[in-house]
Every structure is written in structure tokens, then in C-alpha cells.
């Protein structure tokens, strides 16, 4: 699985959108980026996943650099309740995922 | 929406004493994971479960841990002889298929405190 890396922190404000980026440059052609969060010391929180094409949900969107070296998890309109700690992530399909420290995202009124 | 269930929320046992971790996972799923994170650092993967069997472990998961589901609905995580360093929160997971379009979901955990 690829190591991936994220910024400690980021700010922004209620309202505007959420961009978190992810490097995993040593990930694998059949590895998917995952994006999950944490709030709290809650259970992390499935967001989205994608391979190679950009995915949106009703959570979030994910972009994906076409040479998949790169990610961004685009939180469309932020609200308190987003503030959290984001994870990217990555799998191949194996049955587990390596969590790195993660972007503290606090979402300011 | 589906939840995992996770009891107890918080225990709290002495070194050296046997604890029980239990989770309910969703109905349908197949998979069935732990997960500890300890207090400030990065959550962990533990074990992961399916048809009745281990099908991964990391080195954390040692002969002091052990996984069951004894009925068709419980899934344990027990530790065999608690240590300080086994405090932590311990998640349980559980997904329908392996990399499900749906990811993973997480129960909310049980906060294990050894004294």
C-alpha cells in the first residue's frame, strides 16, 4: 500500500470549500485512495474513494491527478460540523488500511 | 442508516486481567475488523475476519489477542492479559464486500483503560 502525506493542519472558513490535498506518488495501478475522518475520538468515517476518475458523493468530491500521483478531497461547502481529521488513504483491496496522521481540518465560524 | 455497535463504551481493568471487547456488525456485512488507536497517535490496524477465520494480522496482534464471532451477529476482540500499553480506543469494522464501494463502518469504540 502506498504511503501517503498530508498537511498537519488547515483552516477555512464556514462556507466555503474544503480543499484537502494527498500525496501517495508510490501508489499502485490497482490501488483506490480512500479519504475517511475522524471527528472527535470517534470511528473514523468512510468519505469517498476513487481509482483514476474524479468521484463526487453527497459528502465530497475527489480529485484525482491523471498521473494518480496526487489527490484532493473537496468539501463543497464546509460547516462546523466538518471540522475533523481527514485521512487519505490507500488499498490495493487487501483487508486493511494504514492510516497516517492525517489533515486537522478546523472549520471557523 | 446501519451502525456498528460497540459495548462497552469505556472499561477500565487491572494488568494482568482478561477483558472482552464486543461489536455488532452490520447484518449483511462479511468483514468483520479491529482497530486501536492509542491516546494522540495514529489509528491502527489490528486484525481483520472473514468466513470464520483471520485472513490478515499486524505485528500488534500477538497470542495475547484473539478474535471470535460466536453467534451470527457478535464479533469479539479479547486480550488475554491486559498491559498498560493495551490502553487505547478499539474500534470494530465491518464492510459487505472487500473494498466495498461504501468503504468501511466504524462503531464509535470502546475506550480500554488498564490500571
Known amino acids: 500500500d502506498a504511503k501517503t502525506t498530508q498537511p498537519t493542519s488547515m483552516d477555512c472558513a464556514e462556507g466555503r470549500a474544503a480543499n484537502l490535498p494527498c500525496n501517495h506518488s508510490?501508489?499502485?495501478?490497482?490501488?483506490?485512495v480512500y479519504w475517511y475522518r475522524q471527528i472527535h475520538s470517534q470511528g473514523p468515517q468512510y468519505i469517498i474513494h476513487?481509482?483514476?476518475n474524479n468521484e463526487t458523493n453527497e459528502m465530497a468530491s475527489l480529485i484525482i491527478t491523471e498521473d494518480r500521483k496526487s489527490s484532493t478531497l473537496i468539501l463543497p461547502h464546509a460547516t462546523l460540523r466538518d471540522t475533523a481529521v481527514y485521512y487519505c488513504?490507500?488499498?490495493?483491496?487487501?483487508?486493511?488500511?494504514?492510516f497516517g496522521t492525517g489533515t486537522r481540518l478546523k472549520v471557523l465560524a | 442508516e446501519p451502525e456498528v455497535t460497540q459495548t462497552p463504551s469505556h472499561q477500565v481493568t487491572q494488568m494482568g486481567q482478561e477483558v472482552i471487547l464486543r461489536c455488532v456488525p452490520i447484518?449483511?456485512?462479511?468483514?468483520f475488523y479491529w482497530y486501536r488507536q492509542i491516546l494522540g497517535q495514529k489509528v491502527e490496524f489490528l486484525v481483520s475476519f472473514y468466513n470464520n477465520e483471520i485472513s490478515e494480522k499486524s505485528e500488534i496482534f500477538d497470542d495475547q489477542f484473539s478474535v471470535e464471532r460466536p453467534d451470527g451477529s457478535n464479533f469479539t476482540l479479547k486480550i488475554r492479559s491486559t498491559k498498560l500499553e493495551d490502553s487505547a480506543m478499539y474500534f470494530c469494522?465491518?464492510?459487505?464486500?472487500?473494498?466495498?464501494?461504501?468503504?468501511?463502518?466504524f462503531g464509535s469504540g470502546t475506550r480500554l483503560t488498564v490500571v
Open positions: 469494522a465491518s464492510s459487505e464486500v472487500l473494498g466495498a464501494n461504501y468503504g468501511y463502518t
Open positions: 508510490t501508489i499502485s495501478g490497482n490501488e483506490y
Open positions: 488513504t490507500s488499498t490495493s483491496g487487501t483487508y486493511k488500511y494504514i
Open positions: 447484518s449483511n456485512h462479511l468483514y
Open positions: 476513487g481509482l483514476k
